[in-house]
């Protein structure tokens, strides 16, 4: 019997050859700390005049957390921004009341590697003002053959510069060669990690890129074994009291805001803006259709 939790991985179509793979929510997990959603884009090689495109949508009370590994994407939104993100850097949206935003492969036919997750604002937070910054340059080093690259939190000395609002901990390892570190953990955190090339062993069970392992809390420690080419993302945080809700692309504490969030989107509410499409019909992109909400 497995010592940690095994969450296989949802997979989805976005078109274009574009596979994701969902690690978090789960039936199983909802939550690892205020990290509440991860999607594992990838790796994938476009065929001629295709891309990853992701029309204009909404999203609140969370941050949008782009972990860029292979390839260039184009982030729009309805704050004005527009920049493109490479390899080894972070996009960090704060939704907070509302915000909408386009991504966008910058060359058709290229590759793309990437791990899309979501932060849940603590609820004083959940309507604050929203906000954007890309970081070019996060805290690296190497040890036992592997390297780190600290993406959120604190560990070891380093700190992320990063602007999160949670107790939390996202850190990406990579082994070309293959190797074992042990991992100094916050007891008080809970964790969870999902290889995203090679194989992990952790006290003797195996766990590939198609398994998210949540490991739970009161660890201090933790070994790792990574073969070849192995590359792992590690998550922690303090747990929430409670999940949060979460619809489409929205996250709230409660239904009602959910609710009143999806209506004002319909409703082209002036707190979810446009985003600035000069290719697009009358200059603006595209905006998605949400699905029917489920309650009334």
């Not at 476009?46 to 260039?72: C, D, N, R, S, Y």
């Not at 979501?118 to 690296?140: G, S």
């Not at 996202?170 to 090339?197: C, H, I, K, R, W």
């Not at 609710?259 to 998605?288: I, M, S, Y």
Request: glycine content about 10%; some cysteine.
């Amino acid at each position: 019997m497995s010592k940690f939790k095994r969450i296989e991985l949802r997979s989805a179509d976005l078109g274009e050859g574009m596979l994701v793979k969902r690690a978090l929510p789960s039936r199983h997990q909802r939550m690892v700390g205020a990290w509440c959603f991860l999607d594992h884009a990838g790796p994938v090689n476009f065929a001629p005049g295709k891309g990853m495109h992701v029309g204009a949508h909404p999203h609140t009370a969370l941050q949008t957390f782009t972990w860029l590994i292979e390839g260039e994407l184009l982030h729009k939104d309805s704050l004005g921004n527009e920049l493109i993100i490479r390899p080894g850097q972070v996009n960090l949206m704060t939704a907070g009341r509302g915000i909408v935003h386009t991504e966008d492969s910058v060359v058709n036919g290229s590759s793309l590697h990437a791990a899309q997750l979501w932060i849940a604002l603590p609820e004083e937070l959940a309507d604050c003002e929203p906000a954007f910054v890309h970081y070019r340059e996060l805290p690296q080093w190497h040890l036992d053959g592997v390297q780190f690259t600290l993406l959120a939190g604190a560990y070891g000395g380093y700190q992320a510069p990063t602007a999160v609002h949670s107790p939390m901990l996202g850190m990406d390892l990579f082994s070309a060669q293959g190797g074992l570190v042990t991992l100094n953990l916050n007891p008080d955190f809970e964790y969870g990690f999902l290889p995203l090339t090679g194989e992990v062993s952790v006290d003797g069970e195996v766990f590939t890129p198609d398994e998210f392992a949540y490991l739970g809390k009161d660890l201090s420690d933790l070994s790792l074994i990574l073969r070849p080419d192995t590359r792992v993302l590690l998550l922690g945080g303090m747990p929430f009291d409670a999940p949060v809700q979460m619809w489409w692309n929205f996250v709230a504490h409660n239904k009602d805001a959910i609710t009143k969030a999806q209506q004002d989107w319909e409703q082209g509410n002036e707190r979810f803006g446009d985003v600035k499409d000069a290719t697009a019909p009358g200059g603006v992109a595209a905006r998605l259709v949400p699905p029917p909400l489920l309650w009334k």
